[in-house]
């Protein structure tokens, strides 16, 4: 019997696109994220599907708003059985114009906020000796690329992060799965200039999460696999040749 | 009058040494860390051998005093051409009882800290065309190991900033040097007994560090043989590693590389 999934940053883009395809595998959904509005047309379009699911708005850099948001949905639909770690942000900067709140907020949202839905969750899961944490990190982990540095450091933090638990929980009954997918067709993405090769629906990587969580989780899990491949082989090519092309490449398609 | 070599972290262990190191290749060195009376005690250190210090206690957590103690050193000192950003705490992670409060003064003293002090300098640099920014990374960036899931992550996060960074940079004259150390002999390594393996001193550590970052070299990770067991490692799957590596943790955890 599938249990409770929470999701924070489920309100669009893969948050959402996991809530549908959570739902239709039977497990129950709690969504977590900022805006409220989106959260609750998801939730009945969910509920009148025939799944169960609840909502709760909080700010995932915001501790206490989390253990709120979480409290309420674990009363709601019971005890977190997976914690999905999904809300992200992302922003191009530029050197000559780079302010330090744009990345600090980055990492904030993307690395302290996938950290604090983990500690919120772990403790019931510890005390049960089952669950699952899954984190949405990127592709993006697995080099510095130009433009998204702030990204790129906290894609590469949490997915360190979660390894490093991964590690430390695998005799603890707590499974991890690191998910670091490539370009995905999202509102995140759309404003991208630059080409995005092998790009994904949010709802084919949502089903091979869902697929990964019902096999019980853990692993890292970059798609498509290519990405991983290249960023790696990347690493073969002079830095100082790899450097000048992308950063090119990332400013395709932008207006000077 | 030299030109301004300003280190974020410098009333101790690298940081203090690189101040010594930097003053000695003839910059005017400012020092930045949240320890007034220690950074006192480097300021005058670098004095007594004849060289020019200035320094200012900020809390790197805090962009708005980490901004007004560069810009007071820059009154003094000028514009910075060489920034080290070192600023660092060492605590292990205890994954059964996460602490988010451990957790935030990590990451942002570690991650935060290297990109505030990097945002107070960088708009200016590129302006004028030259500078060299490097940061105190660690080795144990470079993958996952157990029991230091904060650090780790703090250090990766690092190293990933510098690097996407560096490739915006490429060919402006701002260069960026990634240093990643291994153990190194500071108040951070916490041991009784033995000390981890190839651990190094301080000061040579610095000169290494030094050395690089003047030649504008993308990174440093050093001592060898840890770099290259680092690299191995990095290539190997985490479920083929992570029984070797949770035998090896010993308890109670490791003293920090870096």
Same mark, same amino acid.
């Given at each position: ?18 809530? %549908? ?25 969910? /509920?009148? $599907? ?9 700010? *995932? ?8 948001? &979480? ?9 977190? #059985? ?7 942000? +992302?922003? &191009? ?10 990345? @600090? =907020? ?22 049960? %000796? ?27 933090? @949490? ?7 991964? &590690? ?14 490539? &370009? *995905? ?6 404003? =991208? ?64 | ?19 010594? #190191? ?7 060195? $400012? ?48 514009? @910075? ?22 957790? %935030? ?8 800290? @290297? ?10 640099? /590129? ?65 009784? $007994? ?25 990174? +440093? ?38």
């Amino acid at each position: 019997m599938p249990g409770h999934v929470i999701i924070t940053g489920a309100s669009v883009g893969i948050g959402a696109a996991l809530a %549908r395809s959570l739902a239709s595998a039977g497990y129950s959904v709690g969504l977590i994220a900022r805006r409220q509005a989106l959260l609750e047309a998801l939730a009945s379009d969910l /509920t009148r $599907g025939g799944a169960k699911a609840a909502w709760a708005v909080a700010d *995932v850099a915001d501790e206490a708003s989390m253990r709120a948001a &979480f409290e309420s949905l674990e009363a709601e639909l019971g005890p977190c #059985e997976v914690m999905i770690a999904n809300a992200g942000v +992302l922003a &191009f900067q530029r050197p000559e114009s780079f302010d330090p709140q744009v990345a @600090v =907020n980055i990492l904030r949202v993307n690395v302290e906020g996938a950290i604090t839905a983990a500690a919120v969750a772990l403790p019931g899961m510890l005390a049960r %000796r089952r669950g699952q944490l899954v984190v949405i990190s990127s592709a993006a982990a697995l080099r510095g690329l130009p433009g998204s540095y702030a990204y790129s450091a906290s894609k590469s933090a @949490v997915s360190s992060f979660f390894r490093s638990l991964a &590690f430390d929980l695998a005799d603890k009954g707590v499974a991890v799965t690191v998910v670091q997918p490539g &370009f *995905v067709a999202t509102d995140m993405t759309a404003s =991208n200039t630059f080409p995005m090769p092998g790009t994904w629906q949010a709802s084919e990587l949502a089903d091979v999460i869902v697929a990964r969580v019902q096999r019980g989780g853990g692993g890292v899990l970059t798609t498509p696999w290519f990405m991983s491949f290249a960023l790696g082989l990347s690493r073969l090519i002079p830095a100082f040749l790899f450097d000048r092309a992308a950063r090119w490449y990332f400013r395709l398609g932008e207006k000077s | 009058m030299g030109q301004h070599a300003l280190i974020v972290g410098a009333s101790s262990g690298i940081g203090a040494a690189l101040a010594r #190191e930097m003053a000695f290749e003839g910059y005017d060195v $400012g020092l930045i860390a949240r320890r007034t009376d220690r950074l006192a005690e480097v300021a005058e250190r670098v004095r007594a051998r004849g060289g020019v210090a200035a320094y200012r206690a900020a809390d790197v957590n805090d962009p708005e005093q980490l901004q007004a103690a560069i810009t007071a050193l820059e009154e003094v000192l000028g514009p @910075v051409e060489v920034l080290i950003a070192n600023a660092g705490i060492g605590e292990n992670t205890d994954a059964a009882n996460l602490d988010l409060a451990h957790v %935030r003064r990590v990451l942002r003293t570690n991650l935060e800290g @290297v990109v505030l002090a990097i945002g107070a300098v960088l708009p200016a640099m /590129t302006r004028r065309g030259h500078g060299r920014i490097a940061a105190v990374s660690s080795i144990a960036g470079m993958r996952p190991i157990p029991q230091i899931a904060a650090y780790g992550a703090s250090k990766a996060g690092v190293s990933a900033f510098l690097e996407g960074l560096r490739a915006d940079l490429r060919g402006t004259g701002v260069t960026v040097t990634d240093l990643c150390p291994g153990y190194v002999r500071t108040d951070m390594l916490k041991v009784e $007994g033995a000390l981890p393996p190839f651990t190094m001193e301080a000061d040579d550590t610095a000169r290494r560090m030094v050395r690089a970052l003047l030649a504008g070299r993308d990174s +440093l990770v050093f001592p060898w043989p840890l770099a290259l067991a680092s690299r191995l490692a990095a290539l190997l799957p985490d479920a083929l590693l992570g029984p070797v590596l949770r035998r090896l943790a010993p308890k109670p955890p490791p003293a920090l590389p870096g």
